[in-house]
């Protein structure tokens, strides 16, 4: 823990810090911690409001109290933001009608009614002295699950921003697979590159070169997939079960050499989430959506996958390949 600036009394230049540890926890986690009770105040920024850009709407947004919501802000809204948006990472994102162009933009916290005191309190306590920081953030970020919903570019960039210690701190990432059959290239690589941060097993610190401080000890993953289903339903198509997905996999790395989809099978990106280690509890969530009938092996794997994401038989592939 950093060093405290003593006066010549031997006591903490800080009244906070002369109190016992115990009592600054209960502090912290008054500031921090979800209300118990939402606001209707003027807590709440009016440019949470504004629709997410280029996502789903998505059902992990203000009803949680525990859930912060990090999106990618509207390109066009960040140029009249205020000044503390500027100074977060930027990134480009595909826009234009045929998401042919790319403009820069850089990603927004959500607060909801039980949250919003945070846009006051975490300033104010976390920028008092780097204890208090070292202190509190350890609390705001373990506390809290972060969701980034399909604002996948947005991960990277937000984790990065953070302290090595406040990074270290965050224990539950809430992240959505978009349609597969839908999924671009550049999906692919935001994904790959998300996937590949968390799955890092260690980084240097900034403040200290001899000391290594992991970027992220994640202890949950909740993986939302936008399923696909048909009008006529999933009655006549037949889930995928867990040995599928096995015998799938086994067949892409030996017959593919680990490249490529098998038949329009695309389990690459489930790769790239098994990579990520530690975990002690992965939830997934199959986030339904209408889908037009199947004209394509890619198009018929997504909605039997789809089935398969909704029923449990893929959560349960998962959890058992993540969680020994």
């Not at 504004?50 to 998505?58: N, V």
């Not at 977060?88 to 927004?108: A, C, D, E």
């Not at 799938?248 to 695309?266: A, H, I, S, T």
Request: include cysteine; charge should be negative; charged fraction near 20%.
């Amino acid at each position: 823990m950093e060093s405290t600036t003593y006066q010549a009394d031997a006591l903490p230049a800080s009244p906070l810090l002369r109190l016992p540890f115990e009592i600054r926890l209960m502090i912290y986690e008054y500031l921090l911690l979800p209300s118990t009770t939402p606001t209707t105040g003027n807590g709440t920024s009016v440019a949470n409001l504004i629709p997410d850009f280029h996502t789903y709407l998505s059902d992990d947004t203000n009803n949680d109290a525990c859930t912060l919501s990090v999106r990618t802000m509207d390109p066009w809204l960040g140029s009249q933001g205020p000044k503390t948006w500027r100074r977060r990472s930027t990134y480009h994102i595909r826009t234009g009608p045929f998401l042919t162009t790319t403009t820069p933009t850089t990603y927004r916290v959500l607060l909801s009614p039980y949250t919003s005191h945070l846009r006051y309190t975490v300033p104010s306590l976390l920028s008092l002295n780097q204890q208090i920081h070292a202190e509190a953030s350890k609390i705001l970020y373990s506390t809290y699950t972060f969701a980034f919903h399909t604002s996948i570019e947005a991960a990277v960039p937000f984790l990065s921003d953070l302290t090595p210690r406040s990074r270290a701190s965050i224990r539950h990432i809430s992240i959505t697979k978009k349609a597969l059959p839908y999924s671009k290239e550049f999906d692919r690589a935001e994904w790959a590159s998300l996937c590949e941060y968390l799955a890092t097993p260690s980084s240097p610190s900034d403040d200290d070169s001899s000391e290594t401080v992991p970027p992220i000890s994640l202890r949950t993953l909740n993986l939302n997939v936008i399923s696909g289903k048909p009008d006529h339903g999933w009655d006549a198509i037949t889930p995928i079960t867990p040995s599928d997905f096995d015998t799938m996999l086994r067949m892409k790395n030996e017959w593919l050499g680990g490249n490529g989809d098998f038949g329009g099978v695309d389990l690459e990106w489930v790769e790239q989430v098994m990579a990520i280690k530690g975990l002690q509890e992965v939830n997934v969530k199959a986030m339904v959506e209408r889908c037009a009938s199947p004209v394509s092996e890619k198009q018929a794997f997504w909605i039997a996958f789809s089935k398969s994401v909704d029923e449990g038989g893929f959560g349960e592939w998962v959890r058992g390949r993540m969680i020994r």
